[in-house]
């Protein structure tokens, strides 16, 4: 016997009775009608998160999956690798000296210190926001455990650099109304309120698909930061802010590695949303942050205007379509000859100091083994590129 539930969840959910036993599990169930309830059998029982939409109940990365509490075997190999490469990748807040930042803060003319402040404002809100999503969404509806790692150590390190972008704008600004007014930007200032709310939205919207979702997440932590993260390369060009740069070179790394994990997931998934409707979110995106950079930037600086930060958002834009399988739209080239320059894969030397890039020793090796069932490896780029900001 089959009854529907009202769960205000899942509007789908079915309990079915199959031998006198009710199946309390959410669950999608094809029963078959042409036998007495008492021989009814479950054909089909695709458990998965009561967020998860009907039309995504056969998705393989978010049905119930028993193994999830034990790692191994690796299945999903290269969302494990991805997992270790973040792994691997691992810093404090602790590591960033910031001791010869004022200096350089107190030599920057107003218009530049008023455009990395709202940088840094958006920063501190962003990772939480970005936390948001993972504890309350993706973490409990991706059931695969490579995943759920990936996702648990992101949360750590969304968490590291929040502690760190509070403590550029604890360091760099004095003024205690100043501060309070940064620190609650998302309340405060109109452009980076409606960035928070465009995200916030996705997160509590219980009509999108999880596709939807990552997508809009993928345009979050890929177009979103993208602007900001080249304007602090900006000042890593004039030889400026070594503490503030050198943090930014390791948070863009991990926000690389981010976005294109979302890429390898919507890679995985079976049922993804049109072409349309992904061209949609992220043109969406790049109107909002092309506000936010407006609105930050009102004044030309030397080698950085806002025309120009247009420009590099539809350039970082069209790289993330490729990288969801889409057309570019905006056909734009990158601006910036010091982003050309710059590799997010870390292959520079910042003040001296040892490369963003570095990796804890001997994570990676693991990964280098090559399982003999394994199946080919998926990558969010045709070509197995990954997705940086900083490449044609």
Known sequence: MSSRIASGLNESVTVTQVH?????????SIVSSDKPDSDAKTILSTPTAPTIKPEEADEPLLQENPNRFVLFPIKYHEVWQMYKKAEASFWTAEEIDLSKDLSDWDRLNDDERYFISHVLAFFAASDGIVNENLVERFSSEVQIPEARCFYGF????????????SLLIDTYIKDQAEKAHLFNAIETIPCIKRKADWAVRWIQDKNSTFAQRLVAFAAVEGIFFSGSFASIFWLKKRGLMAGLTFSNELISRDEGLHTDFACLLFSHLKHRPSKQAVQDVITE???????????ALPCALLGMNSNLMKQ???????RLLLALGNDKVYKATNPFDFMENISLAGKTNFFEKRVGDYQKAGVMASTQRKDDNSGPTLSPNDDGGEFNFDED
Request: with cysteine; glycine share 2%.
């Open 312 to 318: 590099y958002i539809e350039f970082v834009a069209d």
């Open 285 to 295: 995106a790049v109107e909002i942050e092309q506000e936010f950079l407006t609105s």
């Open 154 to 165: 992101q949360i750590m390190m969304e968490n590291i650099h929040s502690e760190t972008y």
């Open 20 to 28: 006198g036993k009710a199946t309390d599990k959410n669950c999608v």
